[in-house]
């Protein structure tokens, strides 16, 4: 066979059944022959910056390999700024990219890709011969799959009409296995437990499993202990009684007042960042166990009295049999009051700042979380808007949600949208600002519909970049330079293919809402916001 099929039945035998991507000539036969195969899908994106995003949200969703194909130069360029972003969410992407035939120096794309894709923080992996491609697939995966980061499988051009036999590679990945905790660790956690009278339980993003929840879960019952997590690892426990919610900058007044009254924090599959640790303050003077099976996120972000490097669930069913065996109490930390609290507070506790023609953002999330299935997965692009997203939407486990600011770009919400929409294989929900709906989604929304994925995108739309709109604002400047006259969505959303929504009130969100349960193609919200509004309605 020639090496575009061989290389097509190699990603095949490593389990791949969904490439993300954009053809050219030095991927196009690849990608051909990969599609042909059976159980597999090519989904082409717009641009190559939607494809490698979209592989990004694929695996966040799917807990697995995302993978995306460009061909080679420009169009590797512009995978940079994701591959970034996939580096710094730690996801597990493959890009198959082609390159320049080594003979062809003067070829108009020909670039140093290595240097590129390194600069990234991707890893890189050569494909060395028409021969060894099974195993070189099989490394790229394994690479991607046991680093957390995307790797750049690099294939020259010239060897796809080339002959090559196939054998299946030795596939080179296991699943990850749970890590046992040393016995003194354990011993050293359980002397700090113990000791706590008000214990507070955070977890994060090693906690996505649902055996791992429930086994914290019941290590947080067994010592009355309030549970919250980290923004990544949000809605683990949220039906949960003394379920605190997101622990950190955005957390509401109830848990700030558990967080306040807390002497001791377990940590489990969480970084402890500045954002969740709010600047240090919510470790600052109690006693921190931190327990995660990544080394490298242990004391990365501040000391902890006790580190345990080991699995989650196995690391906390460890604690309680301990516990049990000397008779450690419950405290009385996670109280009927506390639960009481919890259940009487509302996120509707505001003043809607509706005017006409614009919408109360807050009041319009809460009505589009309130209208749209909770079996979903969620997926935010960046912008002003978020912080209030963050508090005011949610899924039914972390899995299900996809954070896209990792490198503090707008844009990037789109493609990885549609790689969820793909994963999921349920409905789907973008909140974006217009901004980024215009730098990074427009385009990819006719992918959508091309594809015919059960999308709905929200754009939050008050016609500026509102982080440059409030700065202006802020030093008493006029902001009209940070301001849009951007087209009506709705009826650009018409013309790719979907159907689109003009929002200028309430009334029409409801009205919009009200139409969801019978779509047939991706769905656009265009809510009209005030600019000004939007500042002074922070969370």
Not at 193 to 222: C, D, K, N, T, Y
Not at 404 to 428: C, D, E, Q, W, Y
Not at 445 to 457: K, M
Request: glycine letters at 10%.
């Amino acid at each position: 066979m020639f090496f575009h099929e061989s290389i097509a039945r190699s990603l095949r035998a490593e389990g791949v059944t969904s490439i993300f991507g954009v053809m050219g000539d030095a991927n196009l036969y690849m990608m051909d022959s990969f599609a042909d195969l059976d159980d597999t899908q090519f989904i082409s994106t717009s641009n190559e910056a939607g494809a490698i995003t979209a592989a990004n949200g694929y695996a966040r969703v799917t807990g697995g390999l995302g993978v995306a194909s460009v061909t080679h130069g420009p169009a590797l360029t512009n995978t940079l700024t994701g591959l970034v972003e996939s580096v710094k969410d730690r996801t597990p992407v493959l890009l198959v990219a082609g390159d320049t035939a080594v003979v062809d120096r003067d070829n108009f794309q020909n670039i140093a890709q290595r240097e590129l894709v390194v600069a990234t923080g991707a890893g890189f992996e050569q494909v060395r011969s028409v021969e060894t491609i099974a195993e070189d697939v099989a490394v790229a995966v394994r690479r991607a799959m046991t680093e957390r980061r995307p790797i750049v499988l690099n294939v020259p051009i010239e060897f796809q009409w080339q002959q090559a036999g196939h054998s299946a590679g030795e596939r080179r990945w296991a699943p990850v296995q749970a890590v046992r905790p040393a016995a003194q660790a354990l011993e050293d956690a359980v002397a700090v437990v113990a000791a706590a009278r008000r214990p507070l339980v955070i977890s994060g993003q090693g906690v996505m499993s649902a055996e791992a929840r429930a086994a914290v879960a019941r290590f947080a019952h067994r010592i009355g202990a309030p549970l919250g997590t980290t923004l990544r690892g949000r809605d683990s426990y949220r039906d949960d009684p003394h379920n605190i919610g997101i622990v950190g900058t955005i957390s509401h007044e109830v848990a700030l007042d558990v967080i306040g009254d807390a002497d001791t924090v377990i940590a489990f599959g969480a970084g402890l960042n500045k954002w969740t640790t709010l600047e240090g303050s919510v470790l600052a003077g109690r006693r921190v166990v931190q327990i995660d099976c990544d080394r490298d996120a242990l004391h990365r972000n501040g000391s902890a009295d006790v580190v345990v490097l080991g699995d989650a669930a196995a690391t906390a069913d460890e604690l309680v049999e301990m516990l049990d065996s000397i008779e450690v109490p419950a405290t009385g930390f996670a109280s009927p009051e506390l639960a009481a609290r919890l259940t009487e507070r509302r996120d509707d506790g505001f003043v809607d700042r509706s005017r006409v023609g614009t919408v109360d953002l807050r009041s319009a999330m809460i009505a589009i979380e309130n209208a749209f299935p909770r079996d979903r997965a969620l997926v935010y692009d960046g912008g002003r808007f978020i912080f209030n997203a963050f508090a005011l939407f949610h899924v039914e486990q972390p899995r299900d949600y996809v954070h896209t600011v990792n490198f503090g770009s707008i844009g990037l919400g789109m493609g990885n949208a549609i790689g969820a929409a793909v994963g999921s294989r349920r409905p789907t929900l973008l909140v974006t600002g217009d901004g980024g709906f215009m730098l990074g989604g427009l385009a990819e929304f006719n992918t959508a519909v091309r594809h015919g994925l059960d999308l709905v995108v929200a754009v939050f739309n008050d016609g500026a970049y509102g982080a440059e709109h409030i700065q202006f604002r802020r030093k008493e400047l006029d902001p009209s330079r940070s301001t849009f006259d951007w087209p009506d969505f709705a009826p650009v959303a018409e013309s790719l293919g979907g159907r689109g929504y003009t929002v200028r009130s309430l009334d029409d969100l409801h009205r919009a809402l009200a139409e969801l349960p019978n779509r047939d193609r991706p769905i656009l919200l265009d809510i009209k916001l005030d600019p000004d509004e939007v500042d002074s309605a922070g969370h």
